[in-house]
């Protein structure tokens, strides 16, 4: 008894080997994304820029009030899909619309130099269907997405 308890103390745990490993690493669980109430939160400015054919290149966002020129603004919040942001995008570019239409999500912001980055985050398919996943389910805070960035939207046929 006198191991376990010191005057009605539990023994604090024994010190890890000097030098030796710890075991295994902590397992890192993924934050709980919480919906957010579109009632009572207020959305956020996205800036959309679409293109047929391919991403704009990085120096396109260079100069602050000369981006590119086919921009759609849309209102939403963080918790927004990717399947959301095609359905909106498909209402502005027609060529979305179409069957073997592939759209190709990217997150354009500065990196510490101050240049921008034009980063890959998601696919999804105009009309998807359970043979071909893509990442329509993922949301915009679950991309890292910070307010301020601009997306990017490549709009590719097969």
């Given amino acids: 008894?006198?191991?376990?308890?010191?005057?009605?103390?539990?023994?604090?745990?024994?010190?890890?080997?000097r030098g030796g490993p710890l075991g295994p690493p902590p397992q890192r669980i993924a934050p709980r994304l919480e919906p957010v109430d579109r009632e009572k939160t207020c959305p956020l400015l996205l800036r959309v820029f679409t293109k047929v054919g391919g991403h704009h290149n990085d120096n396109e966002f260079a100069v602050r009030g000369k981006e590119p020129k086919d921009e759609v603004q849309i209102y939403t919040w963080m918790d927004a899909?990717?399947?959301?942001?095609?359905?909106?995008?498909?209402?502005?570019?027609?060529?979305?619309?179409?069957?073997?239409?592939?759209?190709?999500?990217?997150?354009?912001?500065?990196?510490?130099?101050?240049?921008?980055?034009?980063?890959?985050?998601g696919r999804t398919f105009s009309y998807p269907n359970m043979r071909r996943p893509d990442s329509g389910s993922k949301s915009l805070s679950e991309?890292?997405?910070?307010?301020?960035?601009?997306?990017?939207?490549?709009?590719?046929?097969?």
Wanted: aromatic residues 10%; without cysteine.
């Fill in 143 to 158: 991309l890292k997405f910070q307010i301020g960035d601009y997306l990017d939207v490549a709009i590719l046929f097969q």
């Fill in 81 to 121: 899909t990717l399947r959301e942001l095609t359905d909106l995008v498909k209402e502005v570019a027609p060529e979305a619309r179409r069957r073997d239409a592939t759209l190709s999500f990217a997150f354009v912001y500065p990196d510490k130099r101050g240049r921008f980055v034009v980063r890959e985050v």
């Fill in 1 to 17: 008894m006198a191991d376990v308890q010191r005057r009605g103390r539990p023994l604090p745990p024994p010190p890890p080997p």
